[in-house]
Each structure stands twice: as C-alpha cells, then as structure tokens.
T-cell receptor
Framework: EPEVTQTPSHQVTQMGQEVILRCVPI?????FYWYRQILGQKVEFLVS????????KSEIFDDQFSVERPDGSNFTLKIRSTKLEDSAMYFC?????????????????FGEGSRLTVL | QKEVEQNSGPLSVPEGAIASLNCTYS??????FFWYRQYSGKSPELIMF????GDKEDGRFTAQLNKASQYVSLLIRDSQPSDSATYLC????????????FGTGTSLTVIP
C-alpha cells in the first residue's frame, strides 16, 4: 500500500541551527502539507503546496519556515534558526482530489512524523 | 477562520459498549468529513470519511453527517481496549485549495 515516508524520524538540534525535514509523498498525489503537533496538543496546519507553489499557509508559517519540492519526489520543510518552542512532531501529508458521485473530495494521508527536539 | 470543534474528553466507556464522538464545524462550504485515530506518539490514521448526509458504516464504525446542523459524529460499536486513542475530526474544503482543518481531538479510553 502506498505511503508517505518521512526522514529523519527524530532529530535533535541546538537552538539557532537550521534543520531540514524530508518527505516523500504518495506518488500520484498532487497536494502536499506540513502539520505540526506539540506534545499533548492539537495537530496544527503549517502549509499546503500544490503545483509547485504554496497554496495556503498558517500564521505559524512565518519567515523562519520554507518548503521546497527539489525534485519530482521529495518535499522538504526547512526551519531556520530553530527555537526551543519549535520542538514538536512534524507530519507531512499528501492528498489527491477525486470525484464522488456529486462532489470532489480528497483523502489525506500522513507520514509517520519527524520528531524535532531543540535544545 | 474555519473552526472544527470537538469535546476534548476524556471519554471513558466499558469494553463492549458504544462510544460516541461528536464534531461540529463552522464552514458551510465544507464538503467532506474525516475521522482519524491517533495513538500516543503516532501519526493520525484515517478511519473513514463521509460526504453525504446520513450514515456510513464500516465494520464497527459508523459515521453520521448532518450538513444542515453542521455536525458529524463517529460511533464505535463493541468498543475494544485497542480503540483507546485520540480521535480527530477533520473537514475538507476542496474549493479552498483542498484544505483540511482539524479539531483538537477527543481522547477515548475503553476500560476492560
């Protein structure tokens, strides 16, 4: 069964360093997302990406963050100058649109997540 | 801001009982509704989705949708201890860039 894969599964970094989290979405999916979940809190939307550009971003996704699709398969999240409060689980997800009998919808599939710990 | 509201719980039910999880949403343009299960430390796992008013059954799970009331629910019949997890409600707006909006989740504990 196709799946979203993420690397690394866990990264520990020093405050102020840059990290890159990598994702390989499901191959025929067209929409890509990054979500964040701080321990014990809700899943928070960061950014969505379609047709090689950002389609929507949340207030969290400020200039510290950037996304890229460097080739036909990878989708990356870069966090510059990490802060303690960036410590969280980061989930990549992908989706495609399909039509039901009368509507368009999509299913969102998550990767296993990358746990970021900022010291 | 598109809001998705869930009772955070915790909800406790005895093994074999029916667990009922509820969700309301603010955006009338939402078209599809999803239930995810998340075990502690794991990623959300899709259980089922629904896009038409009424009930949709899949094994022990039944999703119910009422678009007029902007309400979606998940029933889990014959609850098992392995069902203990956080259940996330999500709504999808394909016309808004295919965005998915999540509730805070309801923590369910099934007591053996």
């Amino acid at each position: 069964e196709p799946e979203v894969t993420q690397t690394p599964s866990h990264q520990v970094t020093q405050m102020g360093q840059e990290v890159i989290l990598r994702c390989v979405p499901i191959s025929n999916h067209l929409y890509f997302y990054w979500y964040r979940q701080i321990l014990g809190q809700k899943v928070e939307f960061l950014v969505s990406f379609y047709n090689n550009e950002i389609s929507e971003k949340s207030e969290i996704f400020d200039d510290q963050f950037s996304v890229e699709r460097p080739d036909g398969s990878n989708f990356t999240l870069k966090i510059r100058s990490t802060k303690l409060e960036d410590s969280a689980m980061y989930f990549c997800a992908s989706s495609t649109l399909f039509r039901t009998s009368d509507e368009a919808t999509g299913e969102l599939f998550f990767g296993e997540g990358s746990r970021l710990t900022v010291l | 801001q598109k809001e998705v509201e869930q009772n955070s719980g915790p909800l406790s039910v005895p093994e074999g009982a029916i667990a009922s999880l509820n969700c309301t949403y603010s955006d009338r343009g939402s078209q599809s509704f999803f239930w995810y299960r998340q075990y502690s430390g794991k990623s959300p796992e899709l259980i089922m989705f629904i896009y038409s008013n009424g009930d949709k059954e899949d094994g022990r799970f039944t999703a119910q949708l009422n678009k007029a009331s902007q309400y979606v629910s998940l029933l889990i019949r014959d609850s098992q201890p392995s069902d203990s997890a956080t259940y996330l409600c999500a709504v999808n707006s394909p016309t808004a860039g295919n965005q998915f909006y999540f509730g805070t989740g309801t923590s369910l504990t099934v007591i053996p």
